[in-house]
């Protein structure tokens, strides 16, 4: 039988039964006992269910009485039941003033675990299915209304409007300050009842059965969304747990990926059907279809997902189409997910969205040049802009959620938008070029709607939903450099950006080298254009994952240079980055940029010195947050690694004292680079020793009492570097203590030395560096080699001589040697 006519015939005396029902509620009943009419039943007529007294829904014998009853009726009416019965009480719940019985209705439901015995009757219908009967696929029909019902109405009810306006809306329409903290705080899905769904489907094969076949069958509208809206429930809960596979989701055979995928797929309505407006079915079709191929990350040997999915897909003219906010047929505009049966946290632009995401991602450069050649980034540009709608501003002040993304939608919206960047020039000037969508996008990295997403409930909010965000973010803002990046030559293996979630070979922009040289030449000639919209149209506070980027790029040294050279030194910017009220993480990634560039090459010391940076840095040697103070350190000792281009400098701003102090300080880092610092500081020149003599007693309190073998190295060589280059501090080097510690420090260490074998590591351990230094300072200095000779430590030294290291005898040899001679 039909089973919209089957439905039709049973609806009216059901429907009685529970009015009957409905009105017990008032009277106390309760309606544990009221569904368990049908789920209790035990006779082949539900017109006898007015004489079964109320049970426990955990009553396992109803369960059985299912199974007992060959045709599925029984099984079917009890499901039934209970749909109508939720279903009153989710409109119920929808209106003003609802009915007090309502919430104890739902809690009741919640507690006596219906959901587990709405399982048990799909994988019943599965089991069927599985042996060649159909009798049970009614009753599934019925029990994945009934769930779908369930768990939207659990986490939809006692919320107030306010709670459903999505973070984008009340970015765009400025209402952030009419919501309380408590309006803000979205309350989480119904995570017990969406856990036990997801593992049963998981498990029971028998359960995945019964939801596609239900998918085939020709039923009405919203049964079908409930569906499709559980099977999007699927894909996200996998996605939250990090297994990112489709084929989870269904079998092992490719044939019966197909036959699943094209059974939602189906539902999602023709290409004839262009001119109308975007039907209920087919918005939770595009969105279960496009839910579960963003689990997909891209083309993988091991999966046939993107291959099979791509003619599944409406076309791009027809998704575009929709994404106009195309009016309904009273005049209206759709956008409100109410109105297509869509979940409240759902937007009715999501599926469509995430659908054109896939189709930019899998189609290859055709479909990216065909969909900028019909002006699809502007399109999504002004889709996130909320200017596609035609509203009057008291439609925009009275309609919620009008743009149609909720944070899952704005998410794939911005993945397009990247996808379309690889289409060509001019898609490129558009999109980050131009100043106002450069205010648009940095919007979604603001405090304002990161907070907005992080008190998201539903899908892509809380902490998941604020790391795609970002992710997806910035690597929009990427492109460029990773496009550079990628051009053939030595240094274009892919670099990565936050742990490999942004440069990484999955970015649309290492297309850009092989497949549009002009856009290349574009991007380059337009960097100082980007640098300067990237920085200097956002706030202090956004510019945390910018500059991050940006101090990624420096690493590279190609792009190092086309960054510099493009005005990334400019003094104002710089001085905007380092002050004292920037975000810690700014102040960090700045210093790392400055500390790159200066290791990387002395040509940078120009640009350096003409930032004006000194003044910053030595304020930052004093800074409470040890991470500042240790990269300023590090800046410092690489700003005099090459020459002594800033040793004038350091002494006219008086920075050497700080250096030293920080020598002692008590961060272990910090006092590793202060030490490194101090070491390049001396080594060019003894322009410095005036100012660094107070280092001695320092230097030598380190190389005894430090943790890091790596400090203890630059602590050693520091102390060599003193004498390196004159005898100004040599009587300081004896009177101080400092040679003595030296001594001593190589004595304690050759015992170890000389029964250690040969070396397997190519690291300069301390005892190496120190014995290097003595050599250094015995070669060069009377002084040093008359203290030398007179030790105690001296045979100690001489035994060295026969190290299996070469080095080290080497060192041994050339301090006995002068030590022991005249001169």
């Not at 993945?415 to 100043?435: A, M, N, P, W, Y």
């Not at 000194?614 to 990269?631: C, Y």
């Not at 060599?720 to 004159?726: D, T």
């Amino acid at each position: 039988m039909n089973l919209e006519l089957r439905h039709d015939r049973d609806a009216s005396c059901t429907r009685a039964v529970l009015d009957a029902s409905w009105n017990g509620v008032a009277n106390g009943l309760g309606f544990v006992g009221i569904v368990e009419f049908g789920l209790g039943f035990q006779s082949k007529s539900v017109r006898t269910v007015s004489c079964v007294r109320a049970r426990r829904w955990s009553d396992r014998q109803a369960v059985v009485g299912w199974e007992e009853e060959g045709s599925g009726r029984i099984l079917y009416e009890a499901c039934f039941s209970i749909t109508i019965m939720l279903s009153r009480v989710a409109e119920d719940l929808k209106t003003s003033t609802p009915d007090s019985n309502s919430q104890q209705i739902l809690e009741h439901a919640n507690m006596s675990c219906i959901v587990d015995h709405l399982c048990l009757c799909l994988a019943s219908s599965g089991s069927s299915l599985a042996y060649g009967s159909s009798q049970m696929l009614a009753a599934a029909c019925e029990a994945c209304r009934a769930i779908w019902i369930l768990i939207d109405t659990s986490e939809t009810f006692v919320k107030n409007d306010n709670a459903y306006i999505f973070p984008l809306d009340a970015l765009q329409s400025h209402c952030l300050s009419q919501l309380d903290q408590r309006n803000i705080e979205w309350g989480p899905l119904s995570e017990k009842l969406v856990d036990s769904v997801t593992r049963t489907y998981l498990r029971s094969k028998h359960v995945q059965v019964a939801i596609s076949h239900r998918l085939h069958q020709r039923v009405e509208a919203p049964l079908i969304s409930a569906i499709q809206m559980i099977i999007w429930l699927f894909a996200q809960c996998l996605k939250l747990s990090g297994r990112d596979s489709a084929l989870l989701m269904m079998t092992t055979s490719p044939k019966k990926h197909l036959h699943r995928l094209s059974a939602i797929a189906n539902h999602i309505a023709s290409e004839d059907k262009i001119e109308g407006s975007l039907e209920n079915h087919s918005a939770s079709a595009m969105l279960a279809l496009a839910s579960i191929l963003s689990l997909e990350k891209g083309f993988s040997a091991e999966s046939s997902v993107p291959e099979m999915a791509m003619p599944l897909i409406p076309r791009a003219t027809k998704l575009c189409y929709h994404l106009r906010h195309m009016p309904s047929h009273e005049g209206g505009v759709i956008s409100h997910s109410a109105k297509c049966n869509l979940p409240k946290w759902h937007g009715l632009l999501d599926g469509c969205v995430g659908l054109l995401e896939s189709r930019l991602k899998w189609g290859g450069p055709l479909t990216v040049q065909q969909l900028v050649a019909s002006g699809t980034p502007m399109l999504l540009i002004n889709l996130l802009a909320g200017t596609l709608s035609n509203d009057s501003p008291s439609d925009i002040k009275n309609t919620p959620n009008r743009i149609g993304l909720s944070p899952l939608g704005v998410i794939w919206t911005v993945s397009s938008i990247c996808h379309c960047l690889s289409g060509g020039t001019l898609t490129f000037r558009q999109v980050l070029l131009k100043t106002e969508n450069m205010k648009l996008i940095s919007s979604l990295m603001s405090n304002a709607y990161i907070k907005l997403v992080k008190n998201w409930g539903g899908p892509s909010g809380r902490k998941d939903g604020v790391r795609e965000t970002i992710n997806v973010i910035t690597d929009l803002l990427a492109f460029p450099f990773v496009s550079l990046q990628s051009q053939p030559g030595p240094l274009s293996a892919p670099a990565s950006v936050n742990g490999g979630f942004i440069l990484n070979m999955g970015s649309p922009g290492v297309r850009v080298c092989t497949e549009d040289r002009d856009l290349l030449k574009a991007i380059k000639e337009d960097m100082d254009k980007y640098i300067k919209v990237l920085l200097e149209h956002l706030d202090l506070k956004d510019l945390v994952r910018p500059v991050a980027l940006l101090a990624k790029m420096v690493g590279r040294p190609r792009l190092a240079v086309e960054l510099v050279s493009k005005g990334l030194l400019d003094p104002n910017r710089m001085k905007k980055l380092l002050n004292q009220s920037s975000p810690g993480e700014v102040i960090l990634d700045s210093l790392m940029i400055i500390s790159d560039l200066s290791r990387m090459d002395k040509a940078f010391y120009k640009y350096i010195g003409e930032a004006a940076l000194l003044q910053p840095l030595k304020e930052f040697l004093t800074h409470t947050d040890p991470n500042i103070r240790a990269k300023a350190c590090s800046a410092l000792g690489n700003m005099c690694k090459h020459n002594e281009y800033f040793y004038t400098s350091l002494a006219e701003h008086q920075i050497i004292g700080l250096l030293i102090d920080r020598c002692a300080d008590p961060d272990k880092r910090t006092q590793k680079f202060a030490c490194f610092a101090i070491a390049n500081a001396a080594y060019h020149s003894d322009k410095l020793y005036e100012e660094l003599r107070p280092s001695i007693t320092q230097l030598a309190n380190v190389l005894t009492s430090a943790e890091g073998d790596k400090t203890k190295a630059n602590a050693a060589g520091a102390l060599s570097n003193l004498v390196r280059n004159s005898n100004k501090l040599c009587e300081d080097m004896v009177s101080k203590g400092a040679l003595q510690t030296l001594l001593k420090f190589v004595a304690d260490c050759s015992a170890f030395s000389l029964n250690a074998g040969k070396k397997e590591t190519a690291s300069v351990s301390p005892f190496e560096i120190a014995l290097l230094s003595l050599a250094k300072m015995c070669s060069n200095h009377q002084i040093c080699r008359q203290f030398v000779k007179s030790s105690e430590f001296l045979p100690v030294i001489a035994r060295l001589k026969h190290s299996p290291e070469t080095d080290i005898a080497n060192y041994a040899s050339v301090i006995v040697a002068k030590a022991g001679g005249d001169s």
